[in-house]
Each structure stands twice: as C-alpha cells, then as structure tokens.
C-alpha cells in the first residue's frame, strides 16, 4: 500500500519523495545534455567537416584522400572507385562524400590528374560514375604536399592506420584551390586565386615588398574588386561574363560568372526575357572547347541596352561574397588572404628548413660512415676478427684503433657504428677502391656545403624553391579573369518597356489596367511614375496595376529620377495674395508616395498653366487676363526664358496682380539649358557626365561621337550613356567634327605595305561601322590622328635598304585629303617595324622632311615586324 502524503504538509517536490528504489526518477537534466552535446557536434563538425586548416589549405576529406592517393601511387592511374574504397580506411562518413569530393578536387586541375569524362564545371555536366573515371596525383601535388619525415601522424579513426594531422605543404593551396564549406554557427568561403599571381606574392613578401591578391576563376569573365575587403567578412566581389555584339542583332557570351553555369545562364536570360525585363528572340547555346552562347535580338532594339539588361537582370552578373574562415591550431579564425598567404609562406620556408636539416644530419652520417669504412679498410683492422670470442671485446678493440681518428668525426662513436662495420662484406673489403672512396666523400661534403649554404641563406632558398615551382608548374596557368571596374546600371535605365501605362484624370486612377482609359506612354513594371494634379501637388509612386493618385491629374509620366535636363514649367493662382505666379523648376529625387506641394501651401490655390521639357525648353505663353480685373493690357506675352530654374520649393515670381482668365501657348521655345559635357572613361569603356576619364566635349541635340578601332572600321554613335566601346579596341574616340580632316596610317595585309591617307567622314549613320583598310585579316590601323599637324615616327629594320633607323613625316605634306575609301599613298619602301605618331609641335617647330611618296602601282611588299 502505497504511504499517504498528509495535505497540510508542505509539498516540496521529488526531494520529498524517496526514489532510492525507483528507477524512473532517475532522471539527467535535459538542459546541460543538450549543451555538451550540441557543443561537441559543433566543434566536430567545425574541425572535422566544413572548415579548411591553414596548414594544408585542406578539409579532412580531401587530406585523406589525398594520402591515399599517395599511398596508392604507382605512377599509373587508379579507378576513383578504388580510390575511394581506399579512403574509407580513414574517413568514416560514407563513399557519396568521398568521391564528390575528389570530383571537386580533380576539376580543379591541380592536386589531381584525371582520365575520363569528370563533367564540366562550365556547363554543369556532372562526371561519370567513379567505376569509369581514373586519377593519380598530379607531379605538382607530389613536389609540394608529401614528406613522411616533416609530417605529423595520428591513428585512423579506427585505430588501425595512421594518418596525417596536416599534409606539409608548401604551397599556399588554400588561396589556390579556394574552399566553401557551411558548418554550425559559422561558414566559410574563400576565392580561388591565381597560380603564377601566388607564387610571385610570396616571392614578394619573402623580399618584404607590398603585395596584392585577388581571385582568379577557372570560368574566366570579368570582375570587380573593388570591395573585395581582402577576402574578408564584409566584402564582395563583382562577375560578370564576356558579352561581344556580333551584330546589330546578335550578342555573343564568351565566358561566364563564377559559380554560374551555362544551363543556369540561359535559364536566367530566359525567365528576364519571360518577365518582360528585356526583349530577346532566341538563345542558342553552342558551348564546346570554349563557352559560346549566342543572344539573337529582335528589331529595333539595341545591343548596348540589352547587354546592360543582361547584367541588371540575369545571371550574366553575380555577386559573391567572401568569408575568410580557416582553422589554426584546433581554433576557427576570421583571417584576410593576405595574413593566410604570409603564414602559408612562412610555414614553407621552415618547412624547407626541416628537410634541410633534416638532409643535413643524412649527409653528415653518411660522411662519417664513409670516413669510418675508408680508415677501417685501410687501417686493415679487419684482421684481427678472429682473436676475438665476443662482441663486447671487438667494440673495444675496435674503438682503440679509431682513436687517433676521433678528432676528425662531428660526433662520438659507439658500438652501433662498430656493428655496422663489422657487418662490411668481405667481398666489398677485397674490392675497396680508396680513389673512389674519396671522391664520394667529397661529393658528399660538396653536398653538406651546399646544404649548408642554404640553411645560411634560407630566404633565398626559398625564393629559388618559388620560382622552380613557376618554371616547371606555371605554364598555362595564366590568369584567366579579367579585373575591370564595373560602372552602376540602373535597372529603370535598361528595363525593357512591358506594360503600358493608362490615366483616368477625372477619377484620378492611374496603372497599367486601366486599358479602356487615356493610354500615357509604354513603361516597366519596375518603373516610378510622377503625377501632378490641378492643386498644385504632385507625388511619385510606383508603377501598379491600378491606384488612386488625387483627382484633376493634369500631367503624369514615368519619372527618371536625377533627370537634370527635365524642367518644368508652370504658372498658378496663389490663394493667399491673388496674384498669378510663375516659375520654372526641376525634381531631382522625392521619397515615393509623400505629397509635395509646388504653391505656397495656401489652400484653394490652382495650376493655371504647366509643361513638362525634356531638355529645358523655354515657350512663351500669351496670359488672357478677366475683363473685369480693371487692368489697362487684357492680355500680355510672356516668355518662360527670363525666369531663372530654382528648386521645386520655391514660391516662384509674380506674373500679374489681376485675374487671370486663360493662359495659351503662342510658340514653342528652345531649350535654355547649355550643352551636356561628356567624358570617356577608358576603365570602363562607358561614357558619362560625372567628370571621369576623358572629356570629349559640349553635346547637343545631333551631335554625335566619332569611334576608331584597330582592326580598320569606323563608326559614329549617339552621346547616349547606355552606349558601351570596347576600350581595348578603341584607337581614337572623340566628339564628331564633319569638317575635320582625319589622317591615317595603315597596312594593308594583302600587299603587306604600308599607306598613309587622308579624309573627311561623309557618313552620317549611327551604329554602323564603316572599312577604312582593306578586308585583309592582317590589315590595320597603325595611327590616327584628327591633329592640325600631324606627324609619325618611322623606326626602320636595320638593313640594306634603310639609309636610317627612324624617319620623321608630317602626314600634311604627304597627301591631299581624298575620300575615305581611297586607299592613300604608299608611305616607304623600306621594312618598318613600328609607327609611333608624335606630339603635334608649336608652329615654330614644324620643320618638315621633304619625301616623295609615291601612288601605289602594285609595287614589291614590306614585310612588316607585327605582320602574324
């Protein structure tokens, strides 16, 4: 019978109760199980799993692989099955993880050599099963990760092998591998960085010159470092893929973003296409050796805006975001690639002291053991084996003979060296040759000197130790991604236009819905539209379906936000006073969906009279004033020009103290605004109006760019700034001049002679290039120059023919101006191996060479040095 618990007796939970006899109390916090247990998990998972050592650069997984491979080597390939069951002996979390892991690694190409199809990390083709694929380590793996003396060991996890703490690398493989791994509470992601670009940082900080690093990507494209935070938390780095305009209506991808693949790059540019964010009419991926994906356009659209489409609104750009995470000495730590390159590099250079040291203290017994076996033979001590029963006596024997010698040795001698000797073979007594005895002693001191001498001077050792690895592992290991500096797209910019926009003033509902209603003008659906209403008011908002903006809209459009050459022009009734009052003003940026008011916030005033000038026109309006105002003029002109553009705040000038009844537009004006200056900025091959790279001029209305390319075209292009130049195909670009004389020089490939001419562009086409040299492959533009004097240096190959090593020529003096497809003069006869054009000189300096220049009549070619 269970005992009675008496109800006025205090109740103080289970310590009241005996529960000595029952196993059911016998009960483990929950709460501190789950700390030490969760804790554990973590640090194993932490150290075990997601987390690099900075040691090796290398995660668990790939440590053990790799010391099976090397366990496996035979200088044959191995079946990544084999590989994998191999490392099973050492890694206890399945075969899935082992053999993704050595897929990853061989697609690298640079710990593992590989045979078969290992998939594609460009297209994203997965490998073949690991019973159809083989590997073996790589020669540069082998010099660099592999040192049984220098490496520290651990039992398996079994404990049935042993296995290394960390591989003795040196190399700083973490940079150049790079690594991303997710563990718990924390994550790592480190860039790939350059071979060659490693190996020359190290060299620096061994000589103790500044260094910069950055990531290279086997995908190759473009990028953007310039919030790269050295690899740290915080920091992001810009890619973008390689877009070339084939024509007016195709574009071609060359190469694209990290950790994108073609599969994804087409689906992104499709579902943008879908979403009515850019207009493209088919994309046809024919990706073999090199990535090649071909955007055809529609018409009328432009190739410019689409490319920046692309990067706005597809995967044709990406952002990633390094973290820099590496475990040292069993602890995580939040370290830049700098810090990991200079503590790679050390950990190299004692590392590189250990095997010397450790080849020293090889050499120096070998060098003793020689001298011992030189003195023992020579010293015929052999001979008197025979007397002696017993080792113990031998030994003594035997060290009384070398003691005379002992002076000579770096260490004592003892019985284990007197074992050896004794253990000599009769045979090798019988044959000693004393001259090559000492010649091998002294290759082997030539060898201790050597080692010697580097333990002396370790740091270039070590930079000698660098730069074999660059001579014998560099080559094709060029970088493969181009560093640029990104210019900012705006995406209402290049946003194509998917929707149309609709009104109803009266009820004051505006959207793109409203399809039975006033249509404005064709719009995104990521655009802003602004909406000023007969009270004076306006607001921006965002494009919608449909929504309520005020009644008696007067003016609304798609707004373009710090539009500087939009001004408005307006006239209204100040309640307040009952004057008319006039202005002119701009909006540059307003916080969406907040009223402001453009009167003087007195209720009851009204828009009389409003425009909206994209470039700042000026009209002038005729002002119908009450008949019954009592005024001495009824009407009066005014001209919008004489009143100053001010903010949106101000309260504007007075127009008239009287009624007014009507006001009327009498004549369209021009615009008051002066020219807009444009600069190029080679960096990025854009134009713009913030004053970076070069300035190319005052622009207005037709005005137009004039471009200049290598290969031989030309072509004239709008001042636009969605317009994009390939910088590193650009010989001269410029603001338009039709009556400005251009001289040229080129080759002509196919006579393979060179030519000089003269002209005037007589084409006024936007975006189509015009030939100015002949459709050679090897023809070209050496100089151009639109100059009031333009001169050329000539540099001659030395020879026969050429009376001297260079030639100056004033182009003016050479030919007339002809049209642009003539082909000019021919400039010498003799071989020229490069044509420098030089600074046009004061006019007192103009001292010009009298040449004759002939007109080409088919005559003998000149080789030309550039000529591939």
Known sequence: MSEEINENEEFDG????????DPIHDITPVSGMYENWFLDYASYVILERAVPSLTDGLKPVQRRIMHSMKEMDDGRFNKVANVIGHTMQ?????????????????????????QGNWGDIRTGDRAAASRYIEARLSKFALAVLFNPQTT????????RKKEPVNLPAKFPLLLAQGVEGIAVGLATKIMPHNFIELIDASIKY??????????????????DISNYNDGLKGGKVRLRAIIDTIDKRTLKITSIPYATTTSSLIDSILKANDQGKLKVKQVVDNTAAEVEILVHLPANVSPDITIDALYAFTDCEVSISPNACVIVEDRPYFIGVTEILKRCTDQSVELLKMELEIRRGELMEKILFSSLERIFIQEEMYIQFKEYDNRPDLYVYLDKRFEPFKPQFYREIGDEDFERLTRIPMIRITRFDSDEADEKLKNLQDELDQVNHHLANLIDYAVDYYKDL????????ERRTEIRTFETISATVVAATNAKLYINRSEGFIGTGLKKDEFISDCSDIDDIIVFRKDGKFLVTKIQDKVFVGKNIIYAAVFKRGDERMVYNMIYFDKGSGRAMVKRFQILGVTRDKEYDLTKKVKGSRVLYFTANPNGEAEVVNVALDPKSGARNSQFDYDFAELAIKGRGAGGNVLTKYPVKKVTLKSEGVSTLAGVDIWYDPVIGRINTDGHGTFLGEFNGDDKILVIFKEGDYELTSFELTNRYEQNKILLIEKFEPERVISMVHYDGEKRQYFVKRFLIETTSIGRKFRLVSEHHNSRIEVVSTGKDPRIELVHKPGLRAKKLTTIYNLMALVEVKGWKAQGNRLTKDYVTSVNLLPEPEPEEVKEEQVNIEEDKGTEPNPSENEE
């Open 206 to 223: 061994l000589r103790g010159r500044k260094f910069e690093l950055y990531p290279d990507f086997l995908t190759g494209g473009m990028m």
């Open 14 to 21: 289970l310590d009241d109760v005996d529960t000595s006899s």
């Open 90 to 114: 050492y890694h206890p979390h399945g075969d899935m993880a082992i053999g993704d892991a050595i897929v990853h690694m061989g697609q690298k190409e640079l710990l593992i050599e590989t």
């Open 152 to 159: 520290d060991w651990q039992l398996s996890y079994d404990g």
């Open 470 to 477: 660059k001579t014998r592992f560099g080559k094709g290991r």
